[in-house]
Structures are given as C-alpha cells and as structure tokens.
C-alpha cells in the first residue's frame, strides 16, 4: 500500500460482507483497508468508463446529426 496520507473511516458492513473482506484479506495477506482502497479504485474506474461511454456517445449522436444535415444542405433535393 502507499504511503497517501488516510483517515479513519467507520462503516458499519452486513456481517457477510464483512466476512468476505475478512477472507480476501487472509488470502492476499493485505490488510482490510489495502482491500477496500482496491475495491474502491476498481469502482472509480467502473464509473470513469461509463461516464466516458456516455460522453462519446452524445459526441457520436451530435456528429450524426451534423453529418446527415450536412449531406442534406449538400444534396438537391429530389422531388417525389
């Protein structure tokens, strides 16, 4: 873990994710809070993505639009 300066924190836990927090932390002989830190960064990422997503798909939905009233001030218009 790095040495970022931290805060004590309390959180009160349902006992059975407390349970698995207990267990990962044995596994990867880490500390409960090295296993929150990662928990946590892997949702900041999750939710960085998404927002990403979202925001390239307005650009997308913006280009089209801009694309199809481009090609239509382009083109004579065809009578029917």
């Known amino acids: 873990m790095s040495r970022t300066p931290t805060r004590p ?3 009160r836990l349902p006992e059975a994710a407390d349970e ?3 267990e990962l932390s044995r596994e990867r002989g880490e ?3 090295a296993v929150v830190i990662e928990a ?3 949702l900041r990422r999750q939710r960085l993505q998404r927002l990403m ?3 390239y798909r ?3 939905d ?3 639009e801009r ?3 481009g090609l239509a001030a382009a083109l004579p218009a065809v009578p029917d």
Do not use: D, F, H, N
Request: proline share 0%.
């Open 67 to 69: 694309v199809q009233a």
């Open 40 to 42: 946590l960064e892997c």
């Open 20 to 22: 698995l927090l207990t």
């Open 58 to 60: 307005e650009i997308g």
């Open 53 to 55: 997503e979202e925001g």
């Open 31 to 33: 500390s409960k809070t």
């Open 9 to 11: 924190v309390q959180v």
């Open 62 to 64: 913006e280009m089209m």
